[in-house]
C-alpha cells in the first residue's frame, strides 16, 4: 500500500460531502428560526417582506434534511467499514449498522453505536480526547433527536396558548440537532483521518 493510499478510507470522501451538506442545513435552520422570529414579533412585517422566502428556504430545507439523513446512513455504513480495516474484531457490519437506524430500534441503536466507535478509537494513543468528546455527545444527541416531539406533545397537550413557544422550541431543536450531528460528524470524521495518517506500527 503506497503512501496515499494508506491515507485514504472508505468514509473519506462521503464524510466531506455530509459535513458540507450539514453545515448548509445549520445556517438554514438559523434562518429558518429568525423567520420565526420576525413572524412572532413583527407578523406584518414578515407577511410583506419575508413570507416567499421562507416558504422559499423551508422546501430547500425539507430537501436538505433528507439529503442529510441519505448520506448520514452512506456515511455511518462506510465509518463501520473503515474502522474494521484497523479493526478485525470490530463487530458491526453492513447489516448491523442499517438495523441499528430503524426507528424504534434506533432508541438502542444511537447508543451502541456510538460506544462502540468511540471506544476503538480510544485505543489509540492519539485519539482519546476524540473518544472522550464522542462518548459525551450521546445524550445530548437523544435529547436533539427524541426531545423535541416530547416536549412539543406537552406543550400542545397542557397550553393551548403556547403556540408561538411551540414553533420557536422546534426551531431550536432542529437547529442543535443539524450542529450536533454536524459535531459528530467531523469529530469521527477527523479521527479517522489521524488514524489513517499514522503508520498501523505506531498507533499502539
Not at 423551508?58 to 484497523?86: E, G, M
Not at 457490519?93 to 468511540?118: C, D, E, K, Q
Amino acid at each position: 500500500m503506497n503512501d496515499s493510499d494508506s491515507k485514504a478510507f472508505p468514509s473519506k470522501t462521503i464524510g466531506s460531502v455530509h459535513q458540507a451538506l450539514l453545515a448548509v442545513a445549520v445556517i438554514c435552520e438559523l434562518l429558518i428560526f429568525i423567520f420565526t422570529l420576525v413572524y412572532i414579533n413583527a407578523n406584518d412585517f414578515y407577511y410583506e417582506h419575508l413570507y416567499e422566502l421562507e416558504q422559499k428556504f423551508t422546501v430547500f430545507n425539507f430537501v436538505l434534511y433528507y439529503l442529510c439523513f441519505v448520506t448520514y446512513l452512506i456515511w455511518l455504513v462506510q465509518v463501520h467499514k473503515a474502522i474494521r480495516q484497523k479493526h478485525s474484531d470490530y463487530p458491526i457490519r453492513t447489516f448491523g449498522a442499517i438495523v441499528r437506524m430503524i426507528p424504534l430500534i434506533n432508541l438502542w441503536g444511537f447508543s451502541n453505536t456510538f460506544t462502540h466507535i468511540y471506544r476503538h478509537f480510544a485505543l489509540h494513543s492519539g485519539l482519546e480526547r476524540k473518544a472522550r468528546y464522542i462518548q459525551r455527545m450521546i445524550v445530548p444527541l437523544y435529547f436533539v433527536w427524541f426531545g423535541e416531539g416530547i416536549i412539543n406533545r406537552i406543550l400542545i397537550r397542557h397550553f393551548s396558548d403556547m403556540e408561538s413557544m411551540s414553533m420557536l422550541l422546534g426551531d431550536i431543536m432542529q437547529t442543535t440537532r443539524m450542529a450536533v450531528f454536524y459535531c459528530m460528524t467531523r469529530i469521527i470524521h477527523n479521527s479517522l483521518v489521524v488514524l489513517y495518517e499514522k503508520n498501523k506500527e505506531g498507533l499502539y
